[in-house]
């Protein structure tokens, strides 16, 4: 009797261990677990916020820099226009898919009493955007900081071409007095974009991988002929 009395107290012994250590077990799992659930969403919040931060940093970019571009093109020589440029034109496949993108045409005319000389940028591609300013394509700096997100017009329809530099002189004959007339030269320069040297254009385009914001470093002489000196582009997120 005391045998089998001896033996059901250490069965129950074995028993409460055999509890205790299954117990202590569970507590242990229901910890990590817990501990791994809450470690679980620390991780989504700060991927969440770490996502959010990267596209929100990632709509700008700082005109003429090439550290942060995914593409840069330097021309060496540069293109320039040429000395008899009337109706040339040179047309410009910036990311390399074989379409070409922008184009800039030199027209002119010189007639007796008028004439005019000038280089357009043209409308050939409808995913390209361009950076405006108060009138027309904005004349950008280096490192002027633009936005994907600032004000672009992709020009419109197949060839209205925003004038970047255009000279218009004619010979106007204006009254002096009752018999007397003058032939007046007069010269007026239109565009933002007369005469200037190292200046950006910016534009954004679209493709099937997304928004591109990039820019391209230009200038032109008195006659308003192009010289184009480098471009570059990077992806961009969070653009509409
Ligand atoms: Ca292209």
Known sequence: MRFIRESLRHENSKTTEIYTHITTKTKKLYKMKKTSTILCIILIVMIMIGCKKEQKENTTMKVG???STDFYQDFDPNIIFPSNATGYKY???????????????YVADVGNFYG?????????NSNFYYL????GIKVCNENDLVSCNDIYDNLGGDYEPFTLSYDYYSSVPVQINDTTWEFN?????????HNVENKFIVYKFLDENGWYIG??????????KLEIYEYGYKKVNGCS
């Not at 030269?185 to 974009?193: C, F, I, L």
Request: glycine share 12%; aromatic share 16%.
């Open 65 to 67: 820099e090439t550290n």
């Open 91 to 105: 047309e410009l496949d910036i990311n390399g898919d074989s379409i070409n993108d922008i184009e800039f045409k």
């Open 116 to 124: 005019y000389h000038g280089t357009y940028l043209a409308h050939i």
């Open 132 to 135: 405006l300013g108060s009138s």
């Open 185 to 193: 030269d007069t010269s007026y320069y239109s565009g933002n974009w």
């Open 215 to 224: 820019w391209i470093r230009l200038g032109f002489n008195d006659d308003g």
